[in-house]
């Protein structure tokens, strides 16, 4: 069992605190809401992204932004890589065309049987034999070839059917081809207005296969990375959008801040009731909140401070709040390079098992695309520094307290089962100060300067939320809303016109007006304050 997931499962509460001031804090720069965010065995987010030694992306930072969801996790949490369920997705969609474009496609090509043989038998005779892939025929594997590495920019085949010059657009046509454009125009050309639908078939499975070929196997070629543990293996690109100096430049920027309140109350052997100032109260484990290590014993806090005989407060302060984005590399048709390549996905969702031309599935992956599901990522978090800490107690220990910290060399403490120091917990200063009058003793834990606004390989961010991403679910969450069937998603208008399906904002306000409408008329309306649909006949507005 993960003890971190365990641990931030418990204390769901403050994570939701904290992103709750953290969407205040950053409601001018969010382009999605923020979602509860709860920390696994990749730590927090190691923001430095680009090495300084050798100003290769750092592969920290590259195992956290490439990773997917874990399905059905709240908070949410990071899990394997995304490709794996990319791949498994985009290798079982192939593009079909209806059955009356492909009985008008067939009449074509039988027409033009003998220049496609021509076409065939003379680049055999030139490059060898073509052998058929998954989703090609020979043919079409000669054609897109033609068409994306004989071109700069790359083609297609309907733009080559009409072309005036056909050695100006094939452009980079080798020296052994030149024999092959003429036969090929010939066959083109016998295609005739059937071009749309063959270029459709050929260029759609030409883009399929290459873009799985480049996250399948990432080279230099195809827009691969080198991260930097290793000089010879690539990987699927990922980018941080988010300049490494706005980050730091974030980060140093103290002042801009968000702060947690808490008072304590011992309520067992083994819990502690947790009030936070403005929200929930709760209990949580003692270990899963907060630990003090002092002189080797990790127990302090729970043997001395948080005793029922004493009223203590935990105030924390986060600064340098800041956002960072970053997501996959979108493959693009005119180059040939990268490989996210959301849209067959996506639009074989939509298209399910209707007779149209487009993308489908063959056969259905067994993925759940639904908000929630494998098929997801993050596209930005919220960090801070990590954070400082002022623990005040009443007591009638107090003196003894604070003479136990002033004499500690070495204090180690963690929050929700992390420590607060990277992979030490005892690089926080520690400072204690006392009341007579009120017996109370505070004690005051600071990060190192290292850790504020760290310029390093291993300098890393407390994560205070999260913007996901889940290509697959708008698209099929819409296709239940017209299919009047209801969806448990929640569905919400906020006071700025935004709307949201569930915790995922809507592209824009005038599609998810659209959305609504749609979900309407599906049922006599939706919850209203963001609560989600239950049932068929329940009734409300959408707030405001």
């Known amino acids: 069992m993960n003890t971190e997931l365990t641990v931030e499962s ?58 997917a969801l874990t399905a059905g996790a709240a908070p949410v949490t990071l899990d394997e890589p995304f490709t794996n369920v990319f791949i498994e997705a985009l290798s079982k969609v192939v593009y079909k065309l209806s059955t009356a474009d492909q009985a008008a496609l067939n009449a074509a090509q039988k027409a033009a049987t003998d220049q496609q043989f021509a076409l065939l038998k003379l680049w055999t005779s030139i490059y060898g034999p073509v052998a058929a892939s998954g989703k090609q025929q020979p043919i079409d594997i000669i054609m897109s070839t033609i068409a994306t590495t004989w071109a700069k920019p790359a083609t297609d085949l309907y733009t080559i059917q009409q072309s005036k010059n056909l050695h100006k657009l094939l452009n980079l046509t080798p020296a052994s081809g030149q024999p092959v454009l003429p036969v090929f125009a010939n066959y083109l050309n016998a295609l005739g207005s059937s071009i749309s639908l063959q270029n ?109 005989s004493n009223t203590v407060s935990v105030k924390m302060t986060f600064t340098g709040v800041t956002l960072v984005n970053y997501g996959p590399t979108a493959f693009s048709m005119a180059t040939g390079l990268n490989w996210s390549w959301m849209k067959p996905i996506t639009d074989a969702i939509k298209n399910g098992s209707k007779d149209i031309s487009g993308f489908a599935f063959s056969p259905k992956p067994n993925i759940d695309f639904s908000e929630g599901g494998p098929f997801s990522f993050l596209t930005g978090v919220a960090i801070s520094n990590y954070p400082s800490v002022v623990i005040t107690v009443e007591s009638d220990s107090y003196e003894s307290i604070e003479k136990t910290i002033e004499q500690t060399v070495s204090l180690g403490v963690s929050f929700l089962g992390i420590p607060l120091g990277g992979g030490s917990e005892s690089t926080y200063s520690h400072d204690a100060s006392s009341s007579s009058s009120s017996s109370t003793v505070t004690i005051t834990l600071n990060p190192p300067p290292s850790m504020v606004a760290g310029t390093n390989e291993s300098s890393t961010g407390w994560v205070l939320g999260a913007e996901t991403s889940y290509p697959g679910a708008v698209q099929s969450n819409f296709q239940i809303a017209v299919g009047l069937g209801y969806p448990a998603y929640q569905l919400y208008q906020d006071n700025t016109g935004a709307t949201y399906c569930s915790a995922k904002k809507q592209k824009s306000h005038a599609e998810g007006a659209k959305f609504v409408k749609a979900c309407l008329k599906a049922h006599a309306g939706t919850s209203c304050n963001g609560k989600p649909w239950i049932a068929d006949n329940q009734a409300g507005t959408i707030w405001p």
């Open 10 to 67: 418990e204390a769901s509460d403050i994570i939701d605190a904290l992103k709750e001031q953290a969407s205040t804090l950053l409601a001018s720069v969010l382009t999605e809401p923020l979602t509860d965010f709860s920390v696994t065995s990749l730590g927090n987010f190691p923001y430095y992204w680009q090495n300084p030694n050798n100003l290769q992306f750092n592969a920290t930072t590259y195992g956290w932004i490439s990773s």
């Open 200 to 308: 459709a078939t050929t260029m759609n499975a030409g883009y399929l296969s290459t873009a799985l070929s480049n996250v399948q196997s990432a080279t230099a070629d195809n827009g691969g990375m080198l991260l930097d543990d290793s000089a010879t293996v690539y990987h699927p690109a990922f980018a941080v959008s988010t300049p490494l100096a706005d980050i730091i430049n974030g980060l140093s920027a103290t002042s801009n801040k968000i702060e947690l309140n808490m008072t304590i109350n011992r309520t067992s052997e083994s819990e502690l009731k947790i009030n936070i100032e403005g929200g929930a109260s709760f209990e949580i484990p003692i270990a899963s909140f907060l630990t003090l290590s002092v002189d080797g014993s990790a127990s302090y806090f729970s043997d001395t401070i948080a005793t029922s």
